[in-house]
């Protein structure tokens, strides 16, 4: 008798940790999900990274997801389960977006599985919303979502967008179906990475008091992410390791303004420009 409790005991640990956070490892969580975690095991939501192209579709398989939604820049790439591609920023989620979001979460088939690039910041926030929407979460549990997954103080917007969402009702959720996230040439690319550039070269010349900056830094490591896609440049060796290269440091500008490092911060932005400066003028005109 006591054998069996005691097996009772273990397969309920298993079962409780496998959707709950407290033992990520049981599920796959190191085996190609970043930073995957469960909602709530009742509401089949999880939300964690980009799905590692080796690993990953085996763990989505375990925790038998049937539906996608990628809140990332980037456009997904293959896969047999249903997906939605709704690319959202650092800065915060409109209203929009937000019945968008209630809409998908209220109709894909579930489990459902959230992600963006690194899946603390925009996954979490995308599914907080979206189930705040759907009156299944207040906004308080959201935020203790965004809490729970890490997600970045530094990014008011997104803990703006889920202090302030509500419930929306069935006739007020705005249908999507992923066909409005189309994909723009490299030059209009180009220009929004130009765009979001000159903010933070502003944000560097008043002593990155800005507190948008660390928000705008990781936009641009998402464009020249999606930019580095979009041209037939990318079959170039110098013009891949270039845009690379400003990806790197773009990436390392966005974790030194996240820590709020103003020295480092200006050393990797002059750095960006000067790559960026070396790609223009090979490949610019």
Request: glycine letters at 8%; a negative charge; one cysteine or more.
């Given at each position: 008798?006591?054998?069996?409790?005691?097996?009772?005991?273990?397969?309920?640990?298993?079962?409780?940790?496998?959707?709950?956070?407290?033992?990520?490892?049981?599920?796959?969580?190191?085996?190609?999900?970043?930073?995957?975690?469960?909602?709530?095991?009742?509401?089949?939501?999880?939300?964690?990274?980009?799905?590692?192209?080796?690993?990953?579709?085996?763990?989505?398989?375990?925790?038998?997801?049937?539906?996608?939604?990628?809140?990332?820049?980037?456009?997904?790439?293959?896969?047999?389960?249903?997906?939605?591609?709704?690319?959202?920023?650092?800065?915060?989620?409109?209203?929009?977006?937000?019945?968008?979001?209630?809409?998908?979460?209220?109709?894909?088939?579930?489990?459902?599985?959230?992600?963006?690039?690194?899946?603390?910041?925009?996954?979490?926030?995308?599914?907080?919303?979206?189930l705040i929407g759907t009156g299944e979460l207040t906004a308080e549990q959201g935020l203790r979502l965004l809490d729970r997954s890490?997600?970045?103080?530094?990014?008011?917007?997104?803990?703006?967008?889920?202090?302030?969402?509500?419930?929306?009702?069935?006739?007020?959720?705005?249908?999507?179906?992923?066909?409005?996230?189309?994909?723009?040439?490299?030059?209009?690319?180009m220009s929004d990475v130009d765009e979001v550039f000159a903010r933070l070269e502003g944000a560097s010349e008043r002593g990155w008091?800005?507190?948008?900056?660390?928000?705008?830094?990781?936009?641009?490591?998402?464009?020249?992410?999606?930019?580095?896609?979009?041209?037939?440049?990318?079959?170039?060796?110098?013009?891949?390791?270039?845009?690379?290269?400003?990806?790197?440091?773009?990436?390392?500008?966005?974790?030194?303004?996240?820590?709020?490092?103003?020295?480092?911060?200006?050393?990797?932005?002059?750095?960006?420009?000067?790559?960026?400066?070396?790609?223009h003028k090979r490949f610019r005109n």
């Amino acid at each position: 008798m006591r054998n069996m409790h005691r097996l009772f005991i273990i397969l309920l640990t298993v079962l409780l940790c496998g959707c709950d956070g407290s033992d990520p490892s049981t599920v796959g969580a190191a085996d190609g999900l970043p930073n995957l975690q469960c909602v709530d095991p009742d509401m089949q939501v999880w939300v964690g990274g980009l799905p590692h192209p080796g690993l990953g579709p085996s763990t989505l398989e375990r925790l038998g997801i049937r539906s996608v939604i990628v809140v990332d820049a980037p456009p997904p790439v293959g896969g047999t389960r249903a997906t939605v591609h709704l690319p959202l920023k650092y800065s915060g989620i409109d209203a929009l977006e937000a019945s968008h979001l209630t809409y998908l979460l209220a109709t894909m088939e579930r489990p459902i599985y959230i992600h963006c690039h690194h899946g603390t910041n925009r996954a979490p926030a995308a599914a907080a919303i979206g189930l705040i929407g759907t009156g299944e979460l207040t906004a308080e549990q959201g935020l203790r979502l965004l809490d729970r997954s890490g997600t970045n103080p530094s990014f008011d917007g997104l803990f703006e967008a889920v202090r302030t969402a509500t419930p929306i009702p069935d006739d007020r959720r705005e249908p999507y179906d992923g066909s409005d996230a189309t994909v723009d040439d490299f030059a209009l690319s180009m220009s929004d990475v130009d765009e979001v550039f000159a903010r933070l070269e502003g944000a560097s010349e008043r002593g990155w008091t800005d507190p948008q900056s660390p928000a705008d830094a990781a936009e641009l490591v998402d464009l020249l992410r999606v930019s580095l896609d979009r041209t037939s440049l990318n079959e170039d060796l110098l013009f891949r390791r270039l845009s690379e290269g400003s990806i790197e440091r773009a990436t390392a500008l966005e974790d030194a303004l996240v820590r709020g490092d103003r020295t480092e911060s200006l050393r990797e932005m002059n750095s960006l420009a000067a790559t960026c400066s070396a790609c223009h003028k090979r490949f610019r005109n």
